[in-house]
């Protein structure tokens, strides 16, 4: 994942809907867009049969307040196009929300822990007794992160962050924070555990893949997902994209072999036609969370209009947790 993409991404349209259609209706109205499945014309006479394609749920918006149509609550998995107030998806790609599961935390839920889940689980085969290092630990994807980290017994977890976010890591998980402003992170790791780490999760890019590839154990991997470097301020910066491209790292095969260490990569919108896989992964997070092991933390929650002050949140790194982007009425963060 792109770190523009990451950024994209991390304020992001609640995209799910409020079940209406229960005989009691004690739920309590929605908050976002109500999901139906249209019906299907039917086919003229003589016409061929034809592979009918996946069915469409229509994701309407009709406000904080009241539905239109009823259906299931859900939220989407989609590439781009969620910052919008309607929007109509393959139904393969929405997924029912748990009971108890709140619109903003079906929001924050998809993109980051599918991330972290198939980075640490899939690519990085996580057991009892590792040790990650989770770069940028206090954004969406690193809190998930260290949240499934918990799932497992006895994992040690580095969070790199800024020294005012090392308590809200520390409640989350995280074993040992790193203020990487102040400290060489990989100093800080050699001085804690000598032989390095197991699982290296690197959203930055540049000159930090080769220092996470070189801070792996024997076994170890360094998962790279994102280019964060590349983003140095609020203007794009032509000298820091070339020097992050420049240092890019690279490994041959035969020394990956000599080192037995692995060099792995992750962008989960290459993965949008893999819809079995990725769906096998969303149905472990929600076991997850309906047995209370993992909880998207939300920074805040912001209006479209004020679609410019939830980016200024990211870009001057305040946030902890997730960032979103609602329809209706601002609501106190």
């Known amino acids: ?170 409640e989350n998980g995280v074993t040992h924070p790193i203020d990487y402003h102040t400290t060489d992170y990989v100093d800080e790791i050699k001085k804690i555990s000598p032989k390095g780490v197991d699982i290296v999760m690197d959203p930055l890019g540049g000159s930090d893949t080769a220092k996470g590839y070189n801070l792996l154990k024997p076994m170890g991997k360094v998962v790279t997902y994102g280019m964060a470097n590349l983003l140095t301020g609020p203007k794009r910066n032509l000298m820091a994209l070339a020097r992050t491209w420049w240092n890019q790292f690279s490994v041959t095969a035969l020394q990956l072999l000599q080192a037995n260490r692995a060099v792995c990569g992750f962008h989960l919108g290459y993965l949008d036609g893999e819809v079995e896989l990725v769906s096998g992964v969303v149905a472990r997070l929600l076991a997850l969370y309906n047995q209370g092991h993992i909880k998207p933390h939300i920074d805040s929650v912001w209006p479209f209009e004020k679609v410019a002050d939830a980016m200024k949140q990211m870009q001057e790194k305040k946030n902890v947790g997730k960032v979103l982007l609602v329809p209706g009425p601002e609501k106190e963060n």
């Open 1 to 170: 994942m792109s770190a523009e993409r990451e950024v994209a991404e991390a304020a992001t349209v609640v995209a799910a809907a409020e079940a209406g259609a229960r005989e009691d209706a004690s739920l309590p109205p929605p908050k976002t867009e109500a999901a139906s499945d249209p019906q299907q014309p039917a086919a003229p006479e003589g016409a061929a049969a034809a592979a009918s394609p996946p069915p469409l749920r229509c994701l309407v918006l009709t406000g904080f307040g009241g539905y239109d149509k009823a259906g299931d609550r859900v939220m989407v998995l989609n590439r781009s196009g969620m910052w919008q107030e309607e929007v109509t998806v393959p139904s393969v790609q929405t997924f029912l929300m748990p009971e108890a599961m709140t619109f903003e935390e079906a929001a924050a839920l998809l993109v980051n822990y599918i991330t972290a889940y198939m980075v640490l689980f899939d690519f990085g085969n996580l057991r009892p007794g590792h040790s990650v290092l989770v770069h940028m630990a206090a954004g969406g994807v690193g809190m998930a992160a260290v949240q499934l980290c918990r799932t497992v017994e006895n994992v040690t977890v580095f969070g790199t962050a800024s020294a005012s976010k090392h308590e809200a890591l520390k």
